[in-house]
């Protein structure tokens, strides 16, 4: 991958970042960038909906002054490249043991793949949140082996049961993996650095960089009192 310089950052894995963050990514950056929400398309017919919302909506004075880029495209359906990558962490014993911790105790974690707090629709079920997230919890995920096409095949109808949750899980597998991809892919495009203020997607990202034998400066912003 080719060298970053220092004056650039990639945010991930999200769109939007909490403002004290994005003061502290400012003060070491000389200009951030935001990728736009990632709708993955699984199938013609299935996928993730987009969110329109941009950083600069609330700081546009930040767009204008070169201090943020944002627009960068993540959405539609995985390319070839991308599937093989997202297939490699999903083939990763370690990666998918860290994910799995962060679905157990990483609350922010799991906020950004399920939203707990509110009922959940599961398949054809609606589900109360927090009962939900605990069959999620379940140690039997971490043992079955998913790929992106068992995803698809997945998504193609409305499973029910015990074929819903396995369905939940591997999305949100695919998402995080396929978030990843994109994070490399826009930093070696672009030669920028990558940061994140989610620990969770720190480690992961360092698990893969290291598996795959990438260079890749990665930083970690530790969120105190917010």
């Known amino acids: ?3 970053a310089p220092p004056t650039d950052t990639l945010f991930y894995p999200f769109h939007l970042c909490h403002s004290e963050t994005l003061q502290r990514l400012l003060a070491r950056f000389h200009r951030v960038h935001f990728r736009d929400y990632m709708a993955l398309q699984l199938s013609p017919f299935s ?5 329109y919302d941009r950083m600069g ?9 070169g201090r943020l880029q944002q627009g960068h495209s993540v959405s539609g359906p995985l ?14 014993a370690h990666w998918r043991a860290q994910f ?7 609350r922010r974690f799991q906020r950004g793949l399920f939203d707990p707090a509110h009922a959940m629709t599961v398949g054809r079920d609606v589900v ?4 939900a997230l605990l069959r999620l919890m379940d140690e039997e995920f971490l043992g079955r082996s998913f790929t992106v096409d068992a995803v698809q095949q997945l998504s193609r109808h409305r499973p029910t049961g015990e074929e819903a949750f396995r369905f939940e899980y591997g999305l949100a597998l695919v998402k995080t993996a396929a978030s990843q991809y994109y994070t490399c892919q826009l930093s070696d495009r672009h030669h920028l650095t990558v940061s994140t203020d989610s620990p969770a997607h720190f480690q992961l990202l360092n698990r893969t960089l290291a598996r795959e034998g990438l260079r890749l400066s990665n930083h970690l912003i530790i969120r105190t009192g917010y």
């Open 1 to 3: 991958m080719n060298a």
């Open 57 to 65: 909506g609330t700081y546009p004075e930040l767009v204008t002054a």
């Open 79 to 92: 390319d070839e490249a991308g599937r093989i990558s997202v297939d490699r962490d999903l083939a990763d």
């Open 128 to 131: 109360p949140g927090p009962a």
């Open 47 to 51: 996928g993730t909906t987009a969110y």
């Open 100 to 106: 799995h911790d962060a679905i157990r105790a990483d």
